[in-house]
Structure formats: C-alpha cells, structure tokens
C-alpha cells in the first residue's frame, strides 16, 4: 500500500477503517468468552504466529531481502491455515492479530499498515475456516486423501480474500485501474497457498494428535528452509538488478546523446519477446540484453560519441567495434545468458550486411534479432538533441520496410501487434535547448545512434543504428 501523495487518499482510509470494523466484528465471539473459543489452541498458535513475524528480521533468514518481513510472510501462512482448521472462525480470526499488528512494516503510514495487515488477515481467515466447516472439515476424524477436500478449499477462501483486499487497496490508495490491479492475484497466489493449505492440515492433525503440538512444529523446520532460500534468491537478484543498473549508468554518462535509451530498448525487447510467447525468465535475460546492448560504448573514445558532424570511415570502424567491447565486458556475467549473444551481435543483418561478423538470417541469435528490432524503434522514435524523433506508425513503417532484409519478419510483426495495445511514450535522451525544427530528411537517411546535430547518411534503404 502505497499513496503517491502525502496524504493517503479518503478511499483507501476509509477501506482500512471499514476492514478494520469488519474483522473486528468478526473476532468478537470469540472476545467474548464464546463456549466454543480453544484457548488453548488458539494462544500458542497465535504466539507461534507472533514469532513467525519477527523471524524475517533475523540475519540468517533474509533481514535486508526487498520487501523485508512482508516478503517472507507468507511462507508462513501453514500457521494460520492450522488455526483455520483447529479454531471456530471467530478464533481464527483473532489468532493472526498479534503477528500482524507486531509484524515488521515500512515507516511511512505504519500504524495504518499495521491495522490494514491484520484486518486483512483477520478476515482471510474467517472466510478459510468457516468454508472449512461448512465443507465438513474434522481434524479430529480425518480421513485422507477425503480430509484435503476442505483443506484445500479453505485455502483457496483465504487467498481469493486477501486477493480481492489486495486488488482493492492498489485501486483506492495508488489509483490503479481495476483491471491492473486484480489481473493475475488469484492465478499467482493459488499454487502457493494450496501448498500451504495442505502443509497447515498437517500440522493440525498432529496438533490433535497423541504427539501433541510440539510435533506439529516440526513441520516448520521446511518452511524455515523455504523462507531462507526465498531470502537468498531475492538478495541475488538484487543483486544481479544493481549490476546492471550500475552498467547502464556507466554507459548513460558515456554517451549523454543516447541517455535512457538502453531502458527503453529494454522496454520494447520485453514486448516482443511477450507477444512471442517467451516465459519469463528468458523475458527478463532479454530486458538485460535491451539494456546492456550499447556497453562496448565504454571502449569507444568518448571524443567519437559527442563529435558534432559527419564520422571518417576510419571513425565509423571504431564506433562499429563497440558490440566486441560489450561482449568482452560481459563475458563473465553468468546469470546474462544469452543476452551476452544479443549484445556481440544486435547490429547483425538478415542479408548479412551487419557486423561484427556479417552473419545471415538464422545464424543471428534469436535474442540478437529481438534486440536489433527494439533498438531501431526506439532510436527513430526518441528525440535527441539534434533532431526530432519520428512517429511510432512511422517508425513501425520503417521497420516493416526493413523487414526480411535487416529486421527479422517475426520480430518486426511482434512489436507491430504488441504497440496496438500498448503506448509507446514520447522519449527524450538529451537536452532540447537547440534542438533543430523538424526537417525533411527520410527515416532511411538518419543514423539515429551516432550523435551530432546534423542527420548522418547510412546504408541506403536501411534504418542505422551504430
């Protein structure tokens, strides 16, 4: 949760304080000294609960991981699962307020966050245990594999709540569109907790069970386990994020003519491998490759990459060796993959006209031609400080022009269906002060990537990108 102003927004206020008046409302039975209320049961589960909160903060488990306690929360979620299984709904609603309230949470807002977690969980519970109940669920006669009908359903109640309160906060305290927000919740959530559902009747069973709850808490040494290489896999890659920040930085500074251009290089070589259907991990290698596709720029002279006019031949040569130079500085990068491939070999043609090697068509990298494609967009469309960039139906155009003979077809169409959905913002890459008015020259006479104040000729019918 979080408000772009000072000030949280009235809705997102009023969401809190109606959550907080409904789990409050929820948990009162069992405040109230309800017969059925196990206070037994519930004190050391939410006391266990308690303690799963303030472990995250611990070295060992992941205490600087992005997200902190909130990231690793969930892996702990069997403990409230448990209680939704041992406990009336009243109960198991009372028994996640401790954690939450005592739960880790960013400064700002924090006394809001703190009631917003708890009232969230307080309710996902309710729901858990009451669907639960009604889907006849017996720790106490359990019989498997019948007994993880419910289990699993109490499961999918509490994430499809906390979904749903999740979707509704971004709405009202980030104004969100509803669709940004809710797309995807359920689907991401579902797997995790149906593991967690079967993990908390585990432990409820053993709870009830002649071994009694110390060896139900056994069953947290895994989930220990689980939660630390979560914390390891992110504090990697924060890691691997701030490498390649630092590397784009070094190359922004470079070259002042091309500033932000390796992100939205980035941006648009995520938009195709998307609409090509890549799973996400590739996605994200080629993201790194959109970004880090001009790094050789750090071995050019800096004197050739702000010259004002027209590069020599001999220039030209020098400038084209920067895709080596990347590659050389990546070459030990193991987690880049194949977008140390996409960097060597982006200025390769499909005719066999690019460098450095001159290869053709499907001896390019696919990753490379993905790349080349996102490269030449963004350098038609983004203004520089010696001319102005070009329309995205113009650029795209081009691109299409280019197709078959520079461009890859596929790559080239991909970007096509993917910028109808998408916009494409207006990007600027340096200072306009004097910037030229718009002139006449066509897309093919521009070396968008070479800077100066005048347009540089290139190969003739193709779009440059050096």
């Known amino acids: 949760m979080r408000a772009r102003g000072a000030e949280l927004p009235a809705v997102a206020r009023a969401t809190v304080v109606s959550a907080a008046l409904a789990a409050a409302l929820c948990a009162a039975p ?10 037994a049961v519930l004190l050391p589960l939410a006391a266990l609960y308690a303690v799963c909160e303030y472990a995250p903060r611990c070295p060992l488990m992941g205490r600087r991981a992005p997200g902190g306690a909130a990231a690793l929360r969930p892996v702990f979620f069997p ?3 448990a209680a939704a299984c041992l406990l009336p709904p009243s109960a198991a609603a009372l028994g996640a307020l401790p ?12 006394s809001t966050r703190r009631m917003w977690q708890a009232s969230r969980l307080a309710l996902a519970l309710f729901a858990a245990s009451h669907v639960y109940g009604l889907l006849g ?6 019989v498997f594999p019948l007994a993880l009908v419910p289990a699993v359903a109490a499961a999918l109640a509490m994430c499809a709540v906390l979904g749903a309160l999740d979707g509704w906060i971004l709405v009202a305290a980030e104004r969100c569109s509803p669709r940004t927000a809710w797309r995807g919740q359920f689907a991401r959530q579902a797997g995790p907790h149906l593991v967690h559902g079967v993990t908390g009747l585990m432990m409820a069973v053993l709870w009830r069970s002649a071994y009694g709850p110390v060896a139900a808490l056994f069953l947290l040494l895994p989930m220990c386990i689980c939660s630390w290489i979560f914390a390891q896999y992110h504090r990697e890659r924060t890691a691997h994020q701030a490498t390649i920040r630092a590397l784009a930085h070094a ?45 050789g720029k750090l071995g050019v002279p800096t004197r050739l990459l702000r010259k004002d006019g027209p590069l020599t031949p001999q220039e030209r040569r020098v400038i084209e060796l920067h895709p080596e130079y990347g590659h050389e500085i990546v070459r030990g990068i193991g987690f880049l993959g194949e977008a140390r491939a996409a ?14 090697y001159g290869l053709v068509g499907g001896q390019i990298p696919e990753a490379a031609r ?12 983004s203004t520089r400080s010696y001319r102005r960039g070009r329309p995205v139906s113009a650029a795209l155009e081009e691109l299409e022009r280019c197709a078959g003979s520079q461009f890859d077809p596929r790559m080239v169409a991909a970007l096509v269906r993917a910028l109808r959905r998408h916009e494409w913002p207006a990007a600027v890459s340096a200072d306009l002060s004097h910037i030229p008015a718009p002139h006449n020259v066509p897309l093919e006479a521009l070396d968008p990537q070479t800077p100066g104040p005048q347009a540089r000729p290139s190969p003739s019918g193709s779009v440059s990108a050096v």
Do not use: C
């Open 370 to 381: 993905v790349v080349a494609v996102a490269d030449a967009f963004d350098a038609m469309t």
């Open 30 to 39: 069992a405040l109230e000294g309800h017969k059925e209320t196990e206070w």
């Open 99 to 110: 954690g939450a309230l005592a739960g880790r949470v960013e400064p700002r807002h924090a």
């Open 251 to 295: 190359v922004d500074i470079k070259d002042r003519y091309t500033r932000g251009h390796g992100e939205r290089v980035g941006r648009a070589s995520v938009l195709i491998a998307r609409e090509l259907g890549m799973d996400e991990e590739r996605t994200e290698t080629l993201r790194f490759a959109g970004i880090l596709h001009d790094l």
């Open 343 to 356: 960097i060597l070999h982006h200025h390769e043609r499909m005719d066999g006209s690019g460098y450095p």
């Open 137 to 142: 669920g017996s720790v106490r006669q359990a």
């Open 79 to 81: 403990v409230l699962l």
